[in-house]
T-cell receptor
Framework: AQSVTQLDSQVPVFEEAPVELRCNYS??????LFWYVQYPNQGLQLLLK??????LVESINGFEAEFNKSQTSFHLRKPSVHISDTAEYFC????????????FGKGTTLSVSS | DTGVSQDPRHKITKRGQNVTFRCDPI?????LYWYRQTLGQGPEFLTY????????KSRLLSDRFSAERPKGSFSTLEIQRTEQGDSAMYLC????????????FGQGTRLTVV
């Protein structure tokens, strides 16, 4: 079985500052890793995912995450945040067997202020 | 295609009543998932269908909960004898067959049991 721990429930930052949202996972099998974002009053949207290959994955809006197998981590980073990045961010893991359900962490609230 | 659709968006019911929610997945997606999300928590996996077959159920899915996907298209989630602890957002997601495909989420049905 898989599990996900998001180490910070809330992260307040100022606009244009860098940010890191931490995610650790536990699994007895190889995994796929995902970050989802939930903007206020909206549904969950995929931000980025790691399946295989390069351990550094990027999203179209400047976020990146690095898969670290030895530390079982998949931290999300952005070098300079915007007010519009304020949202709830969820890390998720699934086993790499076909059909394994996606298991989510409890989420991190990113609050960006000016 | 407009994505995953859930109906109703909001439901208020009295304790002890039965409720049923509907999910229409993205049309070419074979997999369908139900999750429950409470305030301050990440989505908790409830159950998963591959076409019409229910392949996995969480321990969270007590005997008062039942889900169906009769023709491998839309799905229903029924809660019998609702309790106040059932108050939550119920999320449906779908994905294509194969490994590593992200789940696409609907907007959810918010259930309030009074």
């Amino acid at each position: 079985a898989q599990s996900v721990t998001q180490l910070d429930s809330q992260v307040p930052v100022f606009e244009e500052a860098p940010v890191e949202l931490r995610c650790n996972y536990s699994s007895s099998v190889s995994v796929y890793l995902f970050w989802y974002v939930q903007y206020p009053n909206q549904g969950l949207q995929l931000l980025l995912k790691y399946l295989s290959g390069s351990t550094l994955v990027e999203s179209i809006n400047g976020f990146e995450a690095e898969f670290n197998k030895s530390q079982t981590s998949f931290h999300l980073r952005k070098p300079s945040v915007h007010i519009s990045d304020t949202a709830e961010y969820f890390c998720a893991v699934s086993g790499n067997q076909a059909g394994t359900a996606l298991i989510f962490g409890k989420g991190t609230t990113l609050s960006v202020s000016s | 295609d407009t994505g995953v659709s859930q109906d109703p968006r909001h439901k208020i019911t009295k304790r002890g009543q039965n409720v049923t929610f509907r999910c229409d997945p993205i049309s070419e997606h074979n997999r369908l998932y139900w999750y429950r999300q409470t305030l301050g928590q990440g989505p908790e996996f409830l159950t998963y269908f591959q076409n019409e077959a229910q392949l996995e159920k969480s321990r969270l899915l007590s005997d008062r909960f039942s889900a169906e996907r009769p023709k491998g298209s839309f799905s229903t989630l029924e809660i019998q004898r609702t309790e106040q602890g059932d108050s939550a957002m119920y999320l449906c997601a779908s994905s294509p067959t194969g490994r590593g495909h992200e789940a696409f989420f609907g907007q959810g049905t918010r259930l309030t049991v009074v």
